[in-house]
C-alpha cells in the first residue's frame, strides 16, 4: 500500500497565484484532513472531511478550500496566494473519526514558498 | 478550548543518556495523549500514547507518563540512539471535539 500520498512536494508561487495540492489515500479512511506546520508552532488544522461529500474549517481555514467528491481524494485548494501561506503542508487520514483513539497516518508533506 | 504547551524546544543529549519532553494541557476534559515522530523529510508517526485512564505505558526504550491532576505528560526515551533524532510532538484530545491539540515540537538532537 502506497498510504497517503501528497503531490508535489515542492511548490514556488507568486503572490495571488492559485494552486492545488494534492492528497490521496489507498487505505479507504473516513476521515482525512490538511495541516500546516510552521516553525515553532506545531501542526494547525485547516480543513477536514468525516467521509466524501463532507468538509468542515479547522482552527485556520482562511484562504484555503477543500472538496470531497471520492473517499480517496482531498485536495487543499489556494484561490490567492499569501506570503503568509508559505509553510510545510500536511495531509492525514485515519480509519474514522470520533473514536478517542483513532491514529492519524500521514503524508510526507508539500513545501508551499509565496513570494 | 484546549491549549498545549511542550518544553524544551530542543534538546540536545549524548548517546545513551536519557531524554524527556513535558507537554502541559489546559482542559481538563482532554483523555488522549499521543505521541508523534516526525524524522527529516517526512510526516509525523504516532510512537506511543496514553489514556487519561493510565498513568504509564512502556514500549521497549519510549514510555509515557501521565499527571491527570497536574495536567502534564512526558515521554522518556532511555539509552537514546542516532535514529532518535527527530522532532517529537505531543497532542491532546477530547471525547467533544475529536480533533487533536498539538504542541509546538520538540527536536531532539542525539550527539555521538
Known amino acids: 500500500n502506497a498510504g497517503v500520498t501528497q503531490t508535489p512536494k515542492f511548490q514556488v508561487l507568486k503572490t495571488g497565484q492559485s494552486m492545488t495540492l494534492q492528497c490521496a489515500q489507498d487505505m479507504n479512511h473516513e476521515y482525512m484532513s490538511w495541516y500546516r506546520q510552521d516553525p515553532g508552532m506545531g501542526l494547525r488544522l485547516i480543513h477536514y472531511?468525516?467521509?466524501?461529500?463532507?468538509?468542515d474549517q479547522g482552527e485556520v481555514p482562511n484562504g484555503y478550500n477543500v472538496s470531497r467528491s471520492t473517499t480517496e481524494d482531498f485536495p487543499l485548494r489556494l484561490l490567492s496566494a499569501a506570503p503568509s501561506q508559505t509553510s510545510v503542508y500536511f495531509c492525514a487520514s485515519s480509519p474514522r473519526f470520533g473514536r478517542i483513539e483513532e491514529k492519524l497516518f500521514f503524508g510526507s508533506g508539500t513545501q508551499l514558498s509565496v513570494l | 478550548g484546549e491549549n498545549v504547551e511542550q518544553h524544551p524546544s530542543t534538546l540536545s543529549v549524548q548517546e545513551g543518556d536519557s531524554a524527556v519532553i513535558k507537554c502541559t494541557y489546559s482542559d481538563s476534559a482532554s483523555n488522549y495523549f499521543p505521541w508523534y515522530k516526525q524524522e527529516l523529510g517526512k510526516g509525523p508517526q504516532l510512537i506511543i500514547d496514553i489514556r487519561s485512564n493510565v498513568g504509564e505505558k512502556k514500549d521497549q526504550r519510549i514510555a509515557v507518563t501521565l499527571n491527570k491532576t497536574a495536567k502534564h505528560f512526558s515521554l522518556h526515551i532511555t539509552e537514546t540512539q542516532p535514529e532518535d533524532s527527530a522532532v517529537y510532538f505531543c497532542?491532546?484530545?477530547?471525547?467533544?471535539?475529536?480533533?487533536?491539540?498539538w504542541g509546538a515540537g520538540t527536536k531532539l538532537i542525539i550527539k555521538p
Open positions: 497532542a491532546a484530545r477530547g471525547d467533544s471535539n475529536y480533533q487533536l491539540i
Open positions: 472531511s468525516v467521509g466524501a461529500g463532507i468538509t
